[in-house]
């Protein structure tokens, strides 16, 4: 007989934050289990599989990748198209919008960065900043034979963080013929929220302040960045979303969206290897 785990042994055994195995569990189905009695038991070999999965779709961007990253997100957050969105005061600031812009950075450079070392499949991201507009698709060119050449199909890639459990769409990136993508590729990127303050730890700027919490025993403290896990959790073909109101967890206040889940995404070595074929 298989051996099956509490929720409490298999999170300690996937090694994941409990807030995460609740929404593979219960948003996404991505862990799937069986109730007993009441409680939820989890076959051991099938998170096993899951754990191995995970650990390779997840590759690390250096320090030096993630200064670029929010290097072009800067850049990005000072141009006339990049404000979106409201904040506490009406629109974003300028640092709420590089600290959007970074996460999907992130996932563009983690998801070249995994399909060059997996499948020896090289490709370029547009990492210019434009001032005026936003391209519309994430993969600009591709090397083939020792030459650069545009991409046979159009890709784009949606980031998130690791709590989520959805690719999710606006109508006008599904719907319109100069943004919509053939393919959609999610990524879950382990970026902290104090990012920025891990970076100025040891800038003398911030010295008093790491001095302060690291004395305070009542205090966090500020930890190191020293490198970002990104997890390419697997694409959807454009026919293959779904259009919803609604996704566990979330209702969507105007209108739909496409969405799939991350169970319903294609992420085995095949449907991989079919991917960087498609380029």
């Known amino acids: ?16 934050d409990e807030k995460e195995f609740d929404n593979y569990h219960q948003k996404s189905s991505e862990i799937r289990g069986e109730k007993k009695n009441g409680r939820w038991y989890f076959e051991k070999t099938f998170l096993a599989e899951w754990k191995s999965l995970k650990r390779n779709r997840t590759v690390r961007l250096t320090l030096r990748e993630y200064e670029e990253c929010f290097e072009l997100a800067i850049k990005m957050s000072y141009g006339s198209k990049s404000s979106h969105g409201t904040g506490i005061r009406g629109v974003r600031s300028e640092m709420q919008q590089a600290d959007d812009w970074i ?3 992130l996932g563009e450079y983690g998801l070249r ?17 434009h001032p005026d507009h936003i391209t519309s698709q994430d993969i600009v060119s591709v090397k083939s034979g020792g030459d650069w050449r545009e991409p046979k199909i159009n890709v784009a890639v949606k980031a998130s963080k690791f ?3 959805f690719l999710v769409l606006p109508e006008i990136e599904y719907e319109n013929e100069g943004r919509k993508s053939d393919l959609y590729v999610f990524i879950r990127v382990g970026l902290p929220s104090d990012h920025l303050f891990r970076i100025l730890r040891d800038h003398s700027f911030f010295k008093n302040v790491k001095d ?11 930890g190191k960045l020293e490198e970002i896990p990104v997890w390419i959790c697997g694409y959807a073909k454009h026919a293959d979303l779904e259009k919803v109101t609604e996704i566990p967890g979330q209702k ?20 991989w290897a079919t991917f960087a074929s498609l380029l």
């Open 252 to 271: 969507f206040d105007q209108g739909y969206r496409y969405v799939k889940s991350v169970a319903g995404l294609k992420n085995s070595d095949l449907d």
């Open 212 to 222: 302060f919490l690291e004395d305070d025993p009542r205090f966090r403290k500020i």
């Open 163 to 165: 709590k989520n459990c």
């Open 113 to 129: 960065k995994f399909l060059s070392e997996s499948f020896n499949k090289d490709i370029r991201l547009d990492t210019d900043a």
């Open 103 to 105: 996460l999907g950075i």
């Open 1 to 16: 007989m298989p051996e099956h785990l509490s929720k409490k042994e298999a999170v300690s055994f996937l090694e994941i």
